[in-house]
């Protein structure tokens, strides 16, 4: 297949990747045919998921404006996925111009096109770096060059810590990023499940196979295990909840939705 060129040198054309699947159901251009097969064979599984991943995007805009609207204008946003309508620095800038976004992602794909997207915007940038290793986030040098840590941030982890395993660890992950931040930072968090909502087990069970199969793993946790990504947060108002449910907009489409949508605030 030849490599179109936007996606860059190095990047293995016949597996599919996390963000490009996701670019494909919000109905971006930045995906492969292997990546639309695996998207359809998710969407096959349960036919609700774009709608998903809609109510996810709207989620996590009404969140950038709610931290905004608290004062809050940092943002790290991590697991920040191909650049679409409606990025964070969008959402914040437009609200605050002065507003200053970190993305931080592991896909070669999500990484070159958000460069590409943020050239000249010296408010804005991206890390390459894994969730996985904190550490590596915290030191990099744009989070220096455009965070002051000794403030507030709001650090984004939307539909991110599905793609983590219990034995990776992510609970010590956010624990670690939670502790390097200020007090009166937000933690805005998305989270795949199957506990509420119009997803059946066996639907997700189907889901999880898609990505289990292109080396993906993606994992439907219970609301008891995502509430723990809390600790050493307070949960504001309403609380964990179905993603269309965290303080809808009147013309936000308010369908029933699988997955946990919380924000807290480290006091
Ligand atoms: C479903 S997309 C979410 C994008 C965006 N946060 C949103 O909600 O619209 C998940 C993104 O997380 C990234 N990702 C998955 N595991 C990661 C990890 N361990 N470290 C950094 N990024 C990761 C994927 O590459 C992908 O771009």
């Known amino acids: 297949m030849e490599r179109p060129i936007w996606a860059p040198h190095g990047i293995d054309l016949s597996v599919p990747s996390v963000s490009r699947i996701y670019d494909y159901y ?4 930045h995906n492969f045919e292997v ?9 096959d599984a349960f ?3 774009p709608k998903i991943m809609q109510a996810n995007r709207a989620f996590m805009r009404r969140a950038v404006r709610y931290a905004v609207g608290q004062g809050v204008t940092q943002f790290l946003d991590i697991g920040s996925g191909i650049p679409t309508f409606g990025n964070v620095h969008e959402i914040a800038q437009a609200a605050a111009p002065e507003a200053r976004v970190v993305y931080v992602d592991h896909d070669p794909v999500a990484i070159a ?7 000249g915007d010296e408010r804005t940038d991206i890390v390459a770096a894994d969730l996985r290793t904190p550490h590596d986030i915290l030191a990099a040098e ?5 965070l ?9 982890l939307v539909a991110v810590l599905h793609f983590t395993e219990d034995r990776d660890e992510p609970w010590k992950a956010v624990a670690e990023l939670r502790d390097a931040l200020a007090p009166g930072s937000l933690l805005i968090l998305t989270h795949a499940s199957t506990d509420e909502g119009p997803m059946k087990p066996e639907e997700g069970e189907e889901v999880q196979g898609v990505y289990r199969r ?3 793993p993606l994992l439907m946790r219970s609301k008891g295990d995502v509430a723990r990504f809390f600790e050493g947060f307070e949960l504001l108002e ?18 029933e939705c699988a997955g946990y949508a919380g924000v807290g605030r480290k006091p």
């Open 47 to 49: 036919p609700g998921l």
């Open 238 to 255: 309403p609380g964990l909840v179905p993603i269309s449910a965290w303080r809808p907009d009147v013309d936000d489409d308010s369908a």
């Open 142 to 146: 744009e989070v220096a060059r455009l």
């Open 35 to 43: 990546d639309r097969e695996a998207g359809r064979r998710a969407v």
């Open 148 to 156: 002051d840590l000794r403030r507030p941030v709001a650090l984004l």
């Open 214 to 216: 292109v080396g993906s």
């Open 113 to 119: 096109h958000s460069r590409a997207v943020l050239a």
């Open 26 to 29: 919000l109905g971006g251009s």
